[in-house]
């Protein structure tokens, strides 16, 4: 009985989930194949291969596939470029082939070199772009063909903004404004009893609500069409068999398809990695996709979304968050979605094109603050700047650049912020004055590269003439060739000149560096154990307790 509850329970919880990720999905399906000069349709087929196949076929609970914003500018100068959707499609299929075959080489492992502070980064990056794309929607602004070919460029959205907030449409901003406030609302202990009842539903349906009784009585505040969903009407099963659209096989003779192919498998399949390791971050369980089966379930949904006439997809954070704000507990909702896609477009496109624009803009905006929250933002703060910089530079390179670009320049920041920190602890440095002279010891860090050799070439070069200098190895694993070189040279050569006295103590045997007397030996030799140092930098006091306890000097 226990296991029938939680079974009920849990599939509430993933209907609801689904019913959500399909609202949202379905403006975005439509927006994205507008976008990119491709049939609205398309973009549908995209989204039910997207949820049905891929989310069954995937590894992870809750990530949500479909067509990709990210993908767009290849998309549309690829149909430009050959003034045929049907020969586009075989691009798609390649792409899935291509995809299918890495998830076979078992690239997926690239997503976990990944830096945490990029993939939060990305996440706030996407949060903030999010935002900025459904202002628009928000205050009720139409945009035209100029600033669709904008976002198909992903170009910098705050353009949008300036030239949305010159078209206002009341109706549209109470509808968001609403929304936005039920949402902020459904998260607090006053409306825990009612959170059974998805806060995204309830959103949709006001929205319909003000804008028919507006309608019903002749209002001029009414939205028209232009500010509601708008999908594509078959009035019998034979003109709904007829939107779907096969491809050219023609175009497999095309090199240029194939280049095309390449292109959207490296780029799709970028992307998926990413969205995957950011939904396993966002997941409340941290549950573990495997990326080489993501990639195997990507790999066959873009080839049979080729087939049947869709845009090519990638796994997608928009959707995958909103699911897991939706409280999504298993692949099932990502499922769910995609049979209300395909269910609701060939039956009830007329209700669906009754929901407005601005209530599916306040629950992506809602769910947009939720990745990009001030929180966030401290958090990564408090944790320096090797983590704040590549966090915040990722941020602001997706919002302004692309995606793609972001995180590689966030990853750019990342790399030198490791060099940086790498080149800075090569070695341990005590040096102490005595009546009888100079005595210092380098003790090398337990990694020495090539990294290192700037720094400690200059260390080298600053020693005191006349000095007793140990250069102690016994804690290092490895020394790059360039800086064991650098050491010999000057253990042999540029020391002798200086009069300076040189002892390697406890390299490997695999460096071939002559045998010395041990550190032990030449302490005892050079000083009185009793004797206090002038001045000392370095723990050198602990050193003189540790040889006293040996029986060094007595």
Known sequence: MEQNSSFSNNFKKDFFSGLIVFLVALPLCLGIAQASHAPLFAGIVSGVIGGIVVGSLSGSRLSVSGPAAGLTAIVLAAITKFNAFDIFLCSVIIAGGVQLLLGFLKA???????????????????????????????????????????????????????????????????????????????????????????????????????????????????????????????????????????????????????????????????????????????????????????????????????????????????????????????????????????????????????????????????????????????????GGWTQFMPFVMTAMAVVSLDLLKGVGLGLLISIFYILRQNARIPYYFQRSSFSNGELIKITLAQEVSFLNKASIKDTLKNIPNGSKVIIDASQTQYIDFDVLDLITDFSNTAAADRQIDVSLVDFKNIYNIPKTVTEREIISDFIHVDEVPKRSSGNYKKLLKQLRGAGVGE
Request: glycine letters at 8%; aromatic letters at 6%.
């Open 108 to 382: 997926g492992k690239i997503a976990n070199f990944m830096p945490s502070s990029v993939i939060e980064g990305m996440l706030a990056g996407i949060g903030l772009t999010i935002i900025i794309k459904q202002v628009p929607d928000a205050i009720g602004f139409v945009k035209n063909k100029t600033d669709e070919m904008v976002d198909a460029d992903d170009g910098f959205l705050m353009n949008t903004i300036t030239n949305s907030l010159k078209h206002i449409e009341v109706t549209a901003v109470i509808i968001a404004a609403i929304g936005l406030l039920v949402l902020m609302l459904w998260q607090t202990k006053a409306f825990k009893k009612l959170q059974m009842i998805p806060a995204g539903l309830i959103v949709v349906l006001l929205g319909i609500g003000i804008n028919q009784i507006l309608k019903m009585n002749g209002s001029g505040m009414v939205l028209d069409n232009t500010h509601l969903v708008s999908l594509p009407i078959a009035s019998t099963f034979s003109e709904f068999i007829g939107q779907f659209t096969l491809p050219n096989i023609a175009g497999f003779k095309d090199p240029h398809v194939w280049e095309t192919g390449l292109v959207i498998a490296i780029v799709a399949s970028i992307e998926t990695l990413l969205c995957i390791e950011a939904t396993d971050k966002l997941d409340p369980h941290k549950g573990y996709t495997s990326t080489d089966r993501e990639l195997k379930a990507q790999g066959i949904g873009n080839m049979l979304s080729g087939l049947l006439g869709g845009l090519p997809m990638t796994s997608v954070i928009v959707r995958s968050s909103a699911n897991i704000n939706a409280g999504a507990r298993s692949k099932m909702s990502t499922i769910i979605h995609g049979a209300l896609l395909l269910i609701c477009v060939a039956s009830i496109p007329v209700l669906l094109n009754m929901i407005p624009k601005a209530s599916l803009a306040a629950i992506l905006i809602f769910t947009g603050y939720k990745l990009c929250k001030p929180s966030v933002f401290i958090h990564m703060w408090k």
